[in-house]
T-cell receptor, first 113, second 110 residues
Framework: DAGVIQSPRHEVTEMGQEVTLRCKPI?????LFWYRQTMMRGLELLIY????????DSGMPEDRFSAKMPNASFSTLKIQPSEPRDSAVYFC???????????FGPGTRLTVL | AQRVTQPEKLLSVFKGAPVELKCNYS??????LFWYVQYSRQRLQLLLR??SRESIKGFTADLNKGETSFHLKKPFAQEEDSAMYYC????????????FGQGTELSVKP
């Protein structure tokens, strides 16, 4: 198993552009998590899904951010429009159940110019 | 509000020395505590969790509810222990919502 897969690994875009980050969880895992890591705020949970349903999106910074999980094997995190302060590393993680060990992807490093 | 505090950004020790990475939390209920580790060029991964009460790679951590601490300890540090360490908690009624500390970079010198 390749583990949690994220794409792209690096993204450089200009302010105002739409950015879509993608995640494929480990097969059989029922919970999926999106985190953001910055120097200022560290690692913070943005949103998590259980059985494809969003359970807690209280960490989503504002309406410019949206996340979807159309099926058990795919999720997206979209930022529209992007701003320089969105520059960060975005991690996706999955777990068997929502209290179990979380397995992290390699992250997507986003730079908004 | 629930919070995890790791007071040291960087901890530097010599090989063979004991190491303790500090973690304090604030939560009135019964949290579940974890230590995650990220080695250079690798993914963030679980090191240990308090409910398993096991030693992983020589590391142990004991939950002290009186002091609201979950410090990570190893009696003899190795160079391969150099990594970024994150303490995290899940609130008892919040399922998988991990709250992370800011992380401590451990550097073990030869």
């Amino acid at each position: 198993d390749a583990g949690v897969i994220q794409s792209p690994r690096h993204e450089v875009t200009e302010m105002g552009q739409e950015v879509t980050l993608r995640c494929k969880p480990i097969s059989g895992h029922n919970s999926l998590f999106w985190y953001r890591q910055t120097m200022m705020r560290g690692l913070e949970l943005l949103i998590y899904f259980n059985n494809n349903v969003p359970i807690d999106d209280s960490g989503m910074p504002e309406d410019r951010f949206s996340a979807k999980m159309p099926n058990a094997s795919f999720s997206t995190l979209k930022i529209q429009p992007s701003e320089p302060r969105d520059s960060a590393v975005y991690f996706c993680a999955s777990s068997l159940g929502h209290g179990d060990e979380q397995f992290f992807g390699p992250g997507t490093r986003l730079t908004v110019l | 509000a629930q919070r995890v505090t790791q007071p040291e950004k960087l901890l530097s020790v010599f090989k063979g020395a004991p190491v303790e990475l500090k973690c304090n939390y604030s939560y009135s209920g019964s949290p579940e505590l974890f230590w995650y580790v990220q080695y250079s060029r690798q993914r963030l991964q679980l090191l240990l969790r308090h409910i398993s009460r096991e030693s992983i790679k020589g590391f142990t951590a004991d939950l002290n509810k009186g002091e609201t601490s979950f410090h990570l300890k190893k009696p003899f540090a190795q160079e391969e222990d150099s990594a970024m360490y994150y303490c995290a908690l899940i609130r008892g009624n919040q399922g998988g919502k991990l709250i992370f500390g800011q992380g401590t970079e451990l550097s073990v010198k030869p």
